[in-house]
């Protein structure tokens, strides 16, 4: 495992990363942070006398996908911060990329040139414009060779359709379009088309008095393009058709949990809240994050998960504090790994969870520079919750919730996890390799 990071010292909050994607065949990732900018990282190909730098990733491209904007309208200032990256099939040479802050999804084009033309008949060797009577012969301009150099170039700004903050944003596989979804609407674009866009569900109320619930994330069946859930702040997901109507308000089906009613309290309410849903690969499965749990539901059955994990059962006695720190509104994500056996969410303490659906072994994981020298192996964790503490194990009370894992992510078909830790990214591998 190796860490990459931007700033050794004290944390500045522009360094904070706030989301983490691979591409779709692993060999690049994307952070994106609170300044707006997102960092590519690329794998390292395998050489024959360092075999074991195969796996490396090491920064391939650095740009600054969004700036700090202030609506005169609203009185109100958009953050630069990136909400989500998520990348396009690769169709050619470049790679493509949409990214997106609170209010507008751009679409970044990153291209290698490692060859530069030379011999130009209208403009001089410095590109400036030539006096036509001085231009006597024509050439034929060749490309010479030059250092790599890697472009990032906005290709498309998709702007002004979202009057609430954008939560998520998901590729379709049709390869034409892609959906953003804010807290009470989601539109959908077309790649090419950045003027107009359809909107295909809209919650909001006509009093926003009677306003019970919004929508916390959204994301596009994996192969079928007419296939979208969306989750909600109540705890259900919304499983919808595009070929039912243009206006998807209509669910086709809705997954939600009663709930036990001797475990209500106060907070029930607030950790019942999704605040992430992902299709596993082969889109028969959902997964969803709630405060407390991560839980598994087939496509084929509404009436209940099947399957729950506790991320972290041992906050339940802790939650008036949370509430009180405002931790019980993070928002952690999920991921499946690439055969969608394992899971995996994060904790705080730096801690990350994962379980195996198979084994129905679970394991904590911790990501800290202690961790962080290459080669070195993970050593599961232990929480105890009172009583007496074994040597290897942490009290409850001494975590640290300043430190939490809420980005995450599983390269799509080899055991290489990325996970940022503040403004710190580790990235582990299987052993094997």
């Avoid at 679409?107 to 060859?115: Q, T």
């Avoid at 866009?197 to 009093?207: L, M, T």
């Avoid at 709930?259 to 907070?267: C, G, K, L, T």
């Amino acid at each position: 495992m190796h860490l990459l990071e931007e700033d050794q010292g004290r944390c500045v909050k522009a360094d904070i990363i706030s989301t983490v994607e691979f591409n779709p065949t692993g060999e690049l990732l994307a952070t994106g942070d609170k300044g707006g900018r997102v960092v590519v990282f690329q794998r390292e190909q395998e050489s024959k006398n360092q075999p074991q730098r195969r796996g490396e990733y090491n920064v391939y491209s650095t740009f600054q996908s969004h700036e700090p904007e202030f609506d005169y309208l609203k009185s109100l200032e958009i953050e630069e911060k990136i909400n989500k990256i998520r990348w396009l099939p690769q169709q050619n040479a470049a790679y493509f990329l949409l990214s997106t802050n609170d209010k507008t999804v751009k679409l970044w084009k990153i291209s290698e040139r490692d060859k530069r033309p030379e011999g130009y008949n209208l403009k001089d060797e410095e590109g400036r414009i030539r006096d036509p009577t001085t231009i006597t012969t024509l050439r034929v301009p060749v490309l010479r060779p030059m250092d790599l150099m890697v472009e990032a170039t906005p290709r498309r700004i998709f702007s002004n359709a979202h009057t609430y903050h954008i939560n998520s944003i998901s590729a379709n596989s049709d390869y034409e379009t892609y959906m953003s979804t804010d807290d009470l609407r989601i539109n959908l674009w077309n790649l090419e088309i950045t003027n107009r866009s359809f909107n295909i569900v809209d919650i909001k109320p006509a009093n926003m008095e009677e306003l019970t619930e919004v929508i916390t994330a959204a994301e596009f069946h994996p192969n079928q393009c007419n296939t979208f859930v969306y989750s909600s702040s109540k705890g259900s997901i919304r499983l919808c058709d595009m070929r039912t109507s243009a206006l998807c308000d209509k669910h086709s089906k809705l997954f939600e949990e009663p709930e036990d009613p001797s475990n209500r309290s106060f907070f029930s309410e607030i950790i019942s809240s999704i605040s992430d849903v992902k299709f596993s690969h082969s889109g028969r499965y959902l997964m969803t994050r709630d405060y407390l749990t991560v839980k598994l539901w087939d496509i084929n059955m509404e009436s209940k998960p099947l399957e729950t994990y506790q991320v972290h059962d041992y906050l339940r006695s802790k939650l008036c504090s949370l509430y009180e720190n405002d931790c019980i509104f993070d928002k952690f994500e999920c991921v499946w790994n690439g055969t969608d056996s394992v899971l995996m969410t994060g904790s705080y303490n730096n801690f990350f969870r994962m379980f195996d659906r198979n084994t129905k072994r679970d394991v904590t994981l911790e990501a800290s520079r202690e961790n962080s020298k290459p080669r070195a192996i993970l050593k599961p964790r232990k929480v105890c919750i009172g009583g007496k503490r074994r040597k290897d194990e942490i009290s409850v009370d001494s975590l640290d919730f300043s430190k939490k894992i809420l980005h995450t992510a599983w390269h799509p078909n080899e055991n290489i996890i990325a996970v940022a830790a503040t403004n710190n990214l580790y990235i582990f591998q299987d052993k094997v390799n």
